[in-house]
C-alpha cells in the first residue's frame, strides 16, 4: 500500500501545510508498514526538509510549462508520477482545487478536512470535519484509492527524521486552462491559514486608521492578522485577511477577536481554533456564547495595555 503526499510549495519554498501533510502521510504509511514518497512542483527548497518529517522519497516535478498555476495541469503532473493507493494533500486553496481533479482522473475516493490519522485503512475511515466546522463525520471510503487533504493544524508538523532519496521527474504537462496570474498574500508577514495565533478585528475598531494597535498586538503575539467581512468590504484592510464562512477557514491553536459581534457566517471560518478570546465592549455580543475566554471593554483601553502586559513577561 504505497502512500504518497503533495508537498505543496509557494515559488519554490514549501509551506508549513507541506510538512504538516507529510507528517500525516508518515503516520498513515506507519499503520501500513510502508514508506512516504513526497511530490513537489518545480521547489528550489532542498528535499532534505521534507526527509524530516518522514518522506523516504522525494520525486521532483520539473516542468516550465508549470511555472503559472492551473489546478488540472498540476493533477495531470501528479498523477503521471503518483501511484499508490494513498494519496494526502493539504487542506490549502490550491491544493484543495488539485485533489478533485485527480481522484476524477484516476478513479479514487475523496475526502477532505481530515482531523486525525484514518481509524482504519481497509476500508480507509477517518474523522473530517463537516457542515463549515460546526459538526465532525467519520467519512468512509469504498474504493482501492483513495486521496484525503488534512485540515491545517489539526494533526501538526511532527518531525519524524528519516533518510531520503530524491528523484527528478522532467515532464512537458499541457497547461492550457484557467490559470492564476499571481499569488494573492495577505499583508501580514505570516500565512493566515497555516498561522498558530491569529488576531482578528472587526468594525468596532472604528476606521482603518486604529489598526496599528491590532499589528502591534500580532507582532508581539507572533500571530497573523485577520478581519470580519464587513472591514473587508469597505476597504478597511484587504480581502486577503477576511475569515469566516465566504472567507478563509482557519484553525489556529489561539483566536484573538477584538470588535467583532460574531456573526454565524464569521463563526463558521473560525470555530475550529483550539481557543477563542473575545474583546468586545458590546457584553450581549453573541461572539461570547462561542469564547473561552471573554473580555467586556473599551478594546482602545485593553489592546494597548495587553501588549504592553505581554511585551513586559517576554522582556
Known sequence: MAVFVYAENINGVYKKAAFEA???????ADQAGDTVTAISVNPTDASDVLYKYGASNVINIKDEGLKSFSAKAYAQAVSEVANGNIIVFPHTTDASSI???LAIMNGHSLITNAIAVPESLSPFQV?????????????KAEGAGVIVTVSQNAFGVKENIVSGSEEVKNLSVA???TKVISHEQSSGKLDLKEAEIVVSAGRGMKGPENWGMIEELANVLGAATACSKPVSDIGWRPHTEHVGQTGKAISPNLYVAVGISGAIQHLAGVNSSKTIVVIN???EAPFFKSADYGVVGDAF????ALTEKIKAIKA
Open 175 to 177: 497547461n492550457e486552462d
Open 301 to 304: 483601553q485593553i489592546i494597548p
Open 99 to 101: 485533489a478533485p481533479m
Open 127 to 139: 474523522k473530517r470535519k463537516s457542515f463549515s466546522g460546526k459538526g465532525f463525520m467519520h467519512a
Open 281 to 283: 465592549s458590546d457584553a
Open 22 to 28: 507529510v507528517a500525516y502521510a508518515k503516520a498513515i
